[in-house]
């Protein structure tokens, strides 16, 4: 069982920064596919960025120029750099983790979630 913890959310005003991080425990397998997504106020899920054990990467186009993600594979830990964060990116943040080695960009595909950090742009 997997459990996922992200942390680094909080708030911050239009223009700024932050990283997020997720800590993983309990994960046996080699490969990975692993990343964020986010939930806004009254809206849907949406994918935002994922990266998997090859170092492949898939990102959401609208998204891209702004937020990146990367891997501390010591640490078992993918990050989320978010920069120039406008008010529309307020949204609870979640990351997820899966053993499959491909970079999907598909919220169903995934079967361990975090409990989400908000995220709050004002």
């Known amino acids: 069982h997997v459990q996922l913890v992200e942390s680094g959310g909080g708030s911050v005003q239009a223009g700024g920064s932050l990283r997020l991080s997720c800590a993983a425990r309990?994960?046996?397998?080699?490969?990975?596919?692993m990343g964020w997504f986010r939930r806004p106020p009254g809206k849907e899920r949406e994918g935002i960025a994922v990266i998997d054990s090859d170092g492949d990467t898939a990102y959401a186009e609208s998204l891209k120029d702004r937020f990146t993600i990367s891997v501390d594979n010591a640490k078992n830990t993918p990050y989320l750099h978010a920069n120039s964060l406008k008010t529309e990116d307020t949204a609870m943040y979640y990351c997820?983790?899966?053993?499959?080695?491909?970079?999907?960009?598909?919220?169903?595909?995934?079967?361990?979630w975090g409990q989400g950090t908000q995220v709050t742009v004002s």
């Open positions: 309990g994960y046996t397998y080699d490969t990975y596919c």
């Open positions: 997820t983790k899966d053993y499959f080695s491909s970079a999907v960009l598909a919220g169903d595909a995934f079967g361990s």
